[in-house]
């Protein structure tokens, strides 16, 4: 089983298109006694000079985890090595002859007796505790299976999981983002000033995404907290803040093979690059910068890579749908 993790995503540092740079001109974060108070100063995609300010309080940002663990595969046979022979206690031996073969990369197990009916019941009770055992690990860790746009299986972060869970907590900061931006904007304005101020977040090279083993993905506390990010990183951070200020529309987080980004369902302008799903247009937008681009905008490769269909997609599900 192979982990991967969204990284990589090298074409877009300097971008082959002739676009400008995102610039941040400073990052501060200090400690209170209610919580982390955070400063953003950037200039956004018109070079005009932007700034936030706020604060996550402890009670809500401490609930989120700052730092994605690497999967340890050898860990993660073990777990599921001790629930198997946990189960293979309770076989009475009169009835079936437990054997299990732990390989350098995976787990068998067999079992014999004489009533073959019993055997068969036996060894789907140990597949099913054998799969739980190795899900349960990996959600307890922020992991989760995945299957490549090349069809690999692998094991990867759980995106959507961070996106969910950090939506609420991350309110004063799409509040804040909200407050500035310009009287009768709409929300094609609002994404545009939060992908100016993602594009800004410096930008974190990391490993390639199939030898890599977890320290790829940075949560988006994490990205808050260290002002760095990869694609994946800067994606699921973006992804959190468009869910607190439309909580409805239809989004998909973009999973290329060396990068990713998030598609939204609004209106499409002619100049937008969009991509159908379902049967609707989905607007593609970029958080990942250095390159100012906003909203409809992406570059070259990754517009070849979504014609080639070289890409997996996953749904960021309504906020609304987990308030009920």
């Not at 298109?17 to 018109?46: C, I, K, M, P």
């Not at 060894?123 to 349960?136: M, R, V």
């Not at 598609?263 to 159908?276: F, Q, R, V, Y």
């Amino acid at each position: 089983m192979k982990y991967l993790s969204f990284i990589g995503c090298f074409y877009l540092l300097y971008s082959l298109l002739n676009v400008a740079q995102a610039e941040q001109t400073a990052y501060r974060r200090s400690a209170t006694a209610e919580g982390t108070q955070y400063t953003f100063a950037w200039l956004d995609h018109d070079s005009k000079p932007r700034k936030i300010s706020f604060l996550l309080p402890d009670d809500s940002s401490q609930q989120l985890p700052v730092q994605q663990v690497n999967y340890n595969p050898q860990l993660a046979l073990r777990a599921v090595e001790i629930e198997l022979l946990k189960a293979a206690r309770d076989i009475d031996p009169r009835e079936a002859r437990f054997k299990l073969i732990n390989r350098h990369d995976s787990l068998e197990f067999s079992l014999s007796g004489k009533d073959e009916k019993r055997l068969d019941e036996l060894t789907t009770e140990l597949k099913e505790t054998q799969q739980t055992a190795l899900d349960n690990y990996l959600t307890e860790r922020y992991f989760q299976h995945y299957q490549t746009p090349l069809l690999q299986e692998a094991i990867k972060p759980n995106h959507i999981r961070y996106i969910e869970e950090s939506t609420l907590p991350l309110i004063p900061l799409a509040q804040s983002l909200y407050d500035i931006v310009d009287e009768q904007s709409n929300a094609r304005s609002y994404l545009n000033l939060l992908l100016s101020w993602a594009q800004t977040i410096p930008y974190d090279e990391l490993t390639n995404r199939v030898t890599s083993n977890g320290s790829g993905f940075s949560p988006p506390l994490a990205v808050l907290n260290q002002n760095l990010g990869d694609c994946d990183s800067k994606s699921v951070l973006t992804a959190s803040l468009i869910r607190a200020f439309l909580p409805n529309n239809s989004m998909r987080l973009v999973l290329l093979r060396n990068h990713a980004l998030l598609a939204i369902a609004m209106t499409p302008l002619t100049k937008d690059t969009t991509m159908m799903i379902d049967g609707m247009p989905f607007i593609l937008l970029d958080p990942t910068g250095p390159a100012q681009m906003k909203l409809g905008e992406v570059s070259k490769s990754t517009k070849q890579a979504i014609a080639s269909q070289q890409y997996t997609l996953e749904v960021i599900p309504p906020a609304a749908a987990r308030q009920q």
